[in-house]
Protein backbone atom coordinates (compact mmCIF):
# COMPACT_ATOMS: atom_id res chain seq x y z
CA UNK A 1 0.00 0.00 0.00
CA UNK A 2 1.07 3.53 -1.19
CA UNK A 3 1.52 6.02 1.94
CA UNK A 4 2.87 9.01 3.71
CA UNK A 5 4.20 9.48 6.82
CA UNK A 6 5.75 12.56 8.85
CA UNK A 7 9.65 12.36 9.72
CA UNK A 8 11.19 14.46 11.95
CA UNK A 9 15.22 14.85 11.54
CA UNK A 10 15.77 16.32 15.81
CA UNK A 11 17.66 19.22 17.16
CA UNK A 12 20.58 16.91 18.12
CA UNK A 13 21.05 15.13 14.28
CA UNK A 14 20.72 18.62 13.11
CA UNK A 15 23.14 20.12 15.23
CA UNK A 16 25.45 17.21 14.21
CA UNK A 17 25.57 18.40 10.52
CA UNK A 18 23.58 14.86 9.76
CA UNK A 19 20.90 16.09 7.58
CA UNK A 20 22.29 14.70 4.22
CA UNK A 21 23.29 11.87 5.84
CA UNK A 22 19.69 10.61 7.08
CA UNK A 23 17.58 11.82 4.56
CA UNK A 24 19.60 9.45 2.48
CA UNK A 25 19.25 6.48 4.20
CA UNK A 26 15.41 6.90 3.33
CA UNK A 27 15.97 7.32 -0.43
CA UNK A 28 18.44 4.80 -0.57
CA UNK A 29 15.39 2.36 0.72
CA UNK A 30 12.94 3.40 -1.69
CA UNK A 31 11.33 6.40 -0.05
CA UNK A 32 10.70 9.37 -1.55
CA UNK A 33 10.64 13.05 -0.36
CA UNK A 34 6.92 14.37 -0.65
CA UNK A 35 7.75 17.70 1.14
CA UNK A 36 10.35 19.13 2.80
CA UNK A 37 11.23 22.20 5.23
CA UNK A 38 13.79 23.70 8.16
CA UNK A 39 12.13 24.92 11.17
CA UNK A 40 12.42 25.79 14.52
CA UNK A 41 9.32 25.18 16.87
CA UNK A 42 8.10 26.80 19.72
CA UNK A 43 7.82 25.07 23.43
CA UNK A 44 3.74 25.61 22.29
CA UNK A 45 4.37 24.14 18.84
CA UNK A 46 6.35 20.94 20.66
CA UNK A 47 3.83 20.63 23.20
CA UNK A 48 0.91 20.22 20.46
CA UNK A 49 3.00 17.82 18.53
CA UNK A 50 3.62 15.39 21.24
CA UNK A 51 0.06 16.26 22.93
CA UNK A 52 -0.53 12.36 22.91
CA UNK A 53 2.62 12.08 25.55
CA UNK A 54 0.74 14.99 27.68
CA UNK A 55 0.31 12.53 30.73
CA UNK A 56 4.16 10.68 30.34
CA UNK A 57 6.68 11.90 32.77
CA UNK A 58 9.12 12.72 29.95
CA UNK A 59 6.47 15.17 27.95
CA UNK A 60 8.46 18.17 29.45
CA UNK A 61 11.63 17.44 28.77
CA UNK A 62 11.00 16.07 24.88
CA UNK A 63 9.31 19.11 24.39
CA UNK A 64 11.89 21.15 25.44
CA UNK A 65 14.49 19.49 23.47
CA UNK A 66 12.29 18.99 20.43
CA UNK A 67 11.99 22.78 20.32
CA UNK A 68 15.66 23.62 21.31
CA UNK A 69 16.92 24.23 17.98
CA UNK A 70 16.13 23.83 14.27
CA UNK A 71 14.65 20.83 12.54
CA UNK A 72 13.97 19.11 9.51
CA UNK A 73 10.79 17.90 9.06
CA UNK A 74 9.61 15.96 6.26
CA UNK A 75 6.44 13.87 4.04
CA UNK A 76 8.12 10.71 2.81
CA UNK A 77 6.39 8.72 0.74
CA UNK A 78 6.43 4.75 -0.60
CA UNK A 79 4.88 1.56 -0.53
CA UNK A 80 4.61 0.84 3.11
CA UNK A 81 6.11 3.55 4.42
CA UNK A 82 5.19 4.33 7.88
CA UNK A 83 6.45 0.64 9.07
CA UNK A 84 10.07 1.26 6.45
CA UNK A 85 10.65 4.26 8.25
CA UNK A 86 9.72 3.07 11.88
CA UNK A 87 12.32 -0.61 11.00
CA UNK A 88 15.05 2.26 9.16
CA UNK A 89 14.66 4.29 12.24
CA UNK A 90 15.56 1.59 14.76
CA UNK A 91 14.19 1.34 18.25
CA UNK A 92 13.20 4.61 20.44
CA UNK A 93 16.28 3.50 22.64
CA UNK A 94 19.34 3.49 21.20
CA UNK A 95 20.75 0.79 23.52
CA UNK A 96 17.99 -1.27 21.60
CA UNK A 97 18.06 -0.29 18.12
CA UNK A 98 19.54 -2.76 15.61
CA UNK A 99 22.93 -2.52 14.02
CA UNK A 100 22.81 -0.18 10.67
CA UNK A 101 19.81 1.74 12.07
CA UNK A 102 19.79 5.60 12.37
CA UNK A 103 19.29 5.26 15.81
CA UNK A 104 21.74 3.00 16.74
CA UNK A 105 24.33 4.98 14.87
CA UNK A 106 23.17 8.50 15.74
CA UNK A 107 21.16 8.54 18.60
CA UNK A 108 22.98 9.83 21.99
CA UNK A 109 19.98 8.82 24.38
CA UNK A 110 15.75 7.53 24.24
CA UNK A 111 15.06 10.91 24.42
CA UNK A 112 17.65 12.78 22.30
CA UNK A 113 17.61 9.82 19.42
CA UNK A 114 17.74 12.07 16.08
CA UNK A 115 14.96 11.29 14.11
CA UNK A 116 11.47 10.88 14.53
CA UNK A 117 8.66 8.95 12.08
CA UNK A 118 4.50 8.57 12.50
CA UNK A 119 4.11 5.17 14.55
CA UNK A 120 0.90 4.87 12.60
CA UNK A 121 -1.70 5.95 9.61
CA UNK A 122 -3.62 7.80 12.40
CA UNK A 123 -0.61 9.64 13.74
CA UNK A 124 0.56 10.35 9.95
CA UNK A 125 -2.77 11.36 9.47
CA UNK A 126 -2.23 14.04 12.71
CA UNK A 127 1.11 14.85 12.12
CA UNK A 128 1.74 15.52 8.14
CA UNK A 129 -0.90 18.65 8.46
CA UNK A 130 0.55 20.09 11.44
CA UNK A 131 3.30 21.01 9.68
CA UNK A 132 2.49 20.50 5.30
CA UNK A 133 -0.43 22.32 3.53
CA UNK A 134 -2.15 20.01 0.67
CA UNK A 135 -0.30 22.36 -1.78
CA UNK A 136 3.37 21.79 -0.57
CA UNK A 137 3.16 17.83 -0.87
CA UNK A 138 4.27 16.88 -3.95
P1 LIG B 1 8.97 6.80 19.08
O1 LIG B 1 7.64 6.56 18.41
O2 LIG B 1 9.97 5.70 18.83
O3 LIG B 1 9.55 8.17 18.76
O4 LIG B 1 8.73 6.76 20.67
P2 LIG B 1 7.53 7.30 21.61
O5 LIG B 1 6.34 7.69 20.79
O6 LIG B 1 7.34 6.29 22.69
O7 LIG B 1 8.16 8.59 22.30
C1 LIG B 1 8.25 9.82 21.62
C2 LIG B 1 9.61 10.42 21.90
O8 LIG B 1 9.70 10.72 23.29
C3 LIG B 1 10.81 9.51 21.65
O9 LIG B 1 11.22 9.46 20.30
C4 LIG B 1 11.86 10.12 22.54
O10 LIG B 1 12.43 11.32 21.98
C5 LIG B 1 11.03 10.51 23.76
N1 LIG B 1 10.99 9.43 24.77
C6 LIG B 1 10.39 8.22 24.69
N2 LIG B 1 10.54 7.50 25.81
C7 LIG B 1 11.25 8.29 26.66
C8 LIG B 1 11.72 8.12 28.00
O11 LIG B 1 11.52 7.08 28.65
N3 LIG B 1 12.43 9.17 28.53
C9 LIG B 1 12.66 10.33 27.87
N4 LIG B 1 13.36 11.30 28.47
N5 LIG B 1 12.23 10.52 26.59
C10 LIG B 1 11.54 9.52 26.00
Do not use: W
Request: hydrophobic share 40%.
Amino acid sequence: MMEKTLVIIKPDAVSKNLIGEIISRFERNGLRVAALKKIKMTKDEAKGFYIVHKERPFYESLTDFMSEGPIVVMVLEGENAIQKVRKIMGATNPAQAEEGTIRRDFAENIERNAVHGSDSAQSAAYEIPYFFSTLEIL
